[in-house]
């Protein structure tokens, strides 16, 4: 599966955002999809993800409930809604997809990867 993400930019303190990752190739509907980030200096790290059916979600803990991952598997699309920002959400964000289990979280256990788009947050 082939995934494309869009929807990053610049935005102000406290707006939001909602990123888009479509897929194509088929199969989507088969896939756990993650949302990722990696901050300059810093491991890229999982944010949240969404079981294949979305029956199951998992969001990181600090980040304190401003994001919220989504998927349409009628539009082979995951969303990741992203409110109240801050400057420390600056970073380039990633969508990616699995099929290991549920409780995989590691990078290196996602096998395809969207090309990544830029949120910077301005203070």
């Known amino acids: 599966v082939q995934l494309q993400a869009s929807g990053g930019g610049l935005v102000q303190r406290g707006g939001s955002l909602r990123l888009s990752c479509v897929a194509s190739g088929g199969d989507f509907e088969t896939y756990d999809m993650g949302w990722f980030r990696q901050r300059p200096g810093r491991e890229r790290e999982l944010l949240a993800k969404?079981?294949?059916?979305?029956?199951?979600?998992y969001h990181l803990d600090s980040l304190m409930g401003r994001f919220t991952i989504s998927r349409d598997n009628a539009k082979n699309t995951v969303y990741l809604q992203m409110n109240n920002l801050i400057s420390e959400d600056t970073a380039v964000y990633y969508c990616a997809a699995t099929r290991r289990p549920w409780t995989t979280r590691e990078t290196y256990y996602f096998d395809h990867w969207g090309q990544g788009t830029q949120v910077t947050v301005s203070s």
């Open positions: 969404i079981s294949w059916n979305a029956r199951n979600t």
